[in-house]
């Protein structure tokens, strides 16, 4: 979910042999703490690297330090492991130490977060963490709490300010960061702008640097980078806290979209919406400047001649989309109207990234109302100019019939042709096409082929499906150890499917030595991401004791969040729980129940046990 309520890092001033400009008496002083954690040493936390964190707070940072601020940054990233829960608590006490009221602190988190209950007097409260470099997932006591955070901010702090982005876990598939509203008081005289929120993810790309795939950065510290390199100046040549949350907000959701258009949903005001950043709490007075520019300064030559009178100069395509793109960033009703004019128009002339523009326009219901058909007519003019992201999104809307009458066939054509450029999820997805007949004739080889380019471009979709093909014998003899190998590359990339069908493999030794301990882990983490079947292994294994220790109460728990997605093991295992009563209260008609549910997706133990109980299935 989204909104990222942790944080609270301020900056600390810490004592370091450089030169200090002494203030002017009065004049409040500038903190700011500023925290990235790209690789983690944990499990649950190590799978999951955010590549781009820790080199976005190291940029913040010396954007900073340009502006006059005294900055500590904390980072982890490969060998290099700064910011770990002791010294990110600690540089916090440091750079509170000897604040006034009217100092002005920042804090900047990007990493982790979690969500979870913890107890607080007589009752469980959601509680919102921060994940350090060295924090063990949902132990309190190893991560950073806001609350901790926050009390301590409004015990010592000053006028404090926060960018927080810590809400990276997918939550369709169970994932919760940190959301505003757990944090259960703010203190006065702070803000806090999250990344996202609730029910969002926080998303980080190398998409704006298309020929650069190594360089990348968060969506939301993008454009706050952006912010403050120039794009949020006011006419004085400042950069306020005010001005920089507006820019922020306004921009986006509209990266978000751009680069991550699946993940739209149509939000309460009608608009699609991906990641939109929110604001929490506030502070007194004038909004604190953060970056102060000098003005130019005024001219005094002589005036010249006014040259002579020339005929403007008609905007080139380029130049037209270059302008829609400004006028789309601000996210009005009245700019997007206007931007989609000039898409158009410089469509119309056979632009191609224009084109493409428009198709997402009419996607979007940006400056129109949508029209899916409208859309994809422009998604295949700019497909024909040979935009294999175009091609790509054309394909699928062939495919899935989506404006247009569905046509597998020239789907799967235009598939092929992103595929041919290079495009990495058009050659997976080619794979997949050839696998499941879909637009083309059944090729088990050809997709095989396909999946093998996709996984030397470490994509790891293409990298689990041939771990399938191996462990099932499709398109090649079985092989347990080539199986293992290919769900291993998948697995290291978050694949639930791979670490899922791996742990399984640890556990029997099948293809692998057994390693009871890491198909433990491996099932943990599918679980945590919301993979049902690693759901009712887990709390198999909970049940039984088997790689951890037994507790019957958190193997109900997984159960049931199995059976919430229709798992027919878990259906089967829980029903076993209520017929005896174990763990919970027994309930034969609830146990009868989810034994017809399993049984009904082929489950012959399900069968077996309705039939003991005297009942057919």
């Not at 040493?41 to 781009?52: E, I, M, S, T, V």
């Not at 006034?100 to 913890?118: E, R, T, W, Y």
Request: hydrophobic letters at 40%; aromatic letters at 8%; charged letters at 25%.
């Amino acid at each position: 979910m989204c909104p990222r309520p942790l944080v609270w890092s301020l900056f600390l001033a810490l004592a370091v042999p450089v030169l200090v400009i002494a203030d002017e008496p009065g004049t409040p002083r500038k903190r700011a703490l500023v925290v990235g954690v790209s690789t983690y040493q944990k499990a649950g936390l190590a799978d999951k690297p955010l590549p781009f964190a820790a080199p976005d707070m190291s940029l913040l940072g010396e954007e900073l330090k340009k502006a006059g601020w005294d900055v500590r940054v904390l980072v982890s990233r490969g060998t290099v492991n700064e910011a770990t829960r002791r010294n990110v608590l600690g540089a916090l006490d440091q750079m509170l130490d000897g604040v006034n009221a009217n100092d002005l602190i920042l804090v900047a988190l990007s990493g982790h977060g979690q969500q979870f209950p913890v107890k607080v007097g007589d009752t469980e409260q959601d509680e919102a963490f921060f994940c350090p470099s060295d924090g063990t997932p949902r132990d309190g006591d190893t991560l950073i709490g806001m609350t901790e955070l926050m009390e301590k901010l409004g015990r010592k702090g000053g006028r404090n300010l926060m960018l927080v982005d810590a809400c990276r876990d997918d939550p369709r598939r169970g994932g919760k960061g940190v959301d505003g509203n757990a944090a259960r008081q703010i203190p006065g005289n702070t803000a806090v702008l999250f990344s996202c929120a609730a029910r969002q993810q926080s998303f980080e790309t190398n998409q704006m640097f298309p020929n650069q795939p190594t360089r990348g950065h968060g969506v939301f510290f993008h454009r706050v980078l952006q912010g403050l390199g120039g794009e949020a100046t006011n006419d004085r040549g400042e950069v306020t806290w005010t001005r920089l949350v507006d820019y922020v907000c306004e921009r986006v959701n509209d990266d978000a979209l751009r680069w991550f258009p699946e993940r739209a949903v149509v939000g309460l005001d009608g608009e699609k919406v991906v990641q939109t950043p929110h604001l929490v709490g506030s502070f007194v007075g004038k909004s604190p400047v953060l970056v102060k520019r000098a003005a130019a300064p005024a001219k005094t030559t002589a005036a010249k001649p006014a040259p002579p009178r020339q005929t403007p100069k008609t905007a080139t395509p380029e130049e037209q989309y270059r302008q829609g793109l400004k006028l789309v960033a601000t996210k009005t009703t009245a700019n997007d109207v206007k931007a989609l004019a000039l898409f158009r128009e410089a469509a119309e002339k056979g632009h191609g990234f224009s084109q493409g523009y428009v198709g997402y326009m009419y996607a979007a219901g940006r400056g129109t109302s949508v029209d899916m058909a409208e859309s994809a007519k422009w998604f295949r003019r700019a497909s024909i100019t040979g935009d294999p992201e175009s091609q790509f999104k054309y394909a699928w809307i062939l495919l899935n019939g989506t404006g247009v009458p569905a046509n597998a066939a020239e789907g799967a054509r235009w598939m092929a042709k992103a595929a041919g450029q290079g495009y990495t999820a058009a050659i997976n997805d080619l794979g997949f096409l050839y696998e499941m007949g879909q637009g083309v004739k059944t090729d088990l080889h050809r997709a095989r082929e396909q999946y093998l380019a996709g996984a030397a471009k470490e994509w790891g979709r293409s990298q689990c499906h041939l771990g399938r093909m191996a462990e099932f014998g499709i398109s090649v003899e079985k092989n347990q150890a080539v199986a293992a190998k290919w769900y291993r590359l998948a697995a290291d990339q978050g694949h639930s499917y791979a670490q899922d069908h791996l742990a399984s493999m640890l556990w029997e030794g099948r293809g692998v030595e057994k390693d009871r301990d890491e198909s433990f882990r491996l099932y943990k983490m599918a679980a945590d991401n919301g993979y049902p079947r690693a759901q009712a292994n887990l709390g198999w294994m909970h049940a039984f004791g088997h790689g951890t220790d037994q507790d019957i109460d958190e193997a109900v728990r997984w159960y049931k969040k199995a059976v919430a997605q229709g798992d027919a093991k878990g259906q089967l295992w829980l029903g076993s729980m209520y017929e005896t009563g174990t763990g919970v209260e027994q309930n034969r008609n609830e146990a009868v129940r989810l034994y017809r549910l399993s049984a009904n997706q082929g489950e012959t133990e399900a069968v077996a046990a309705l039939k003991k109980l005297g009942y057919e299935p």
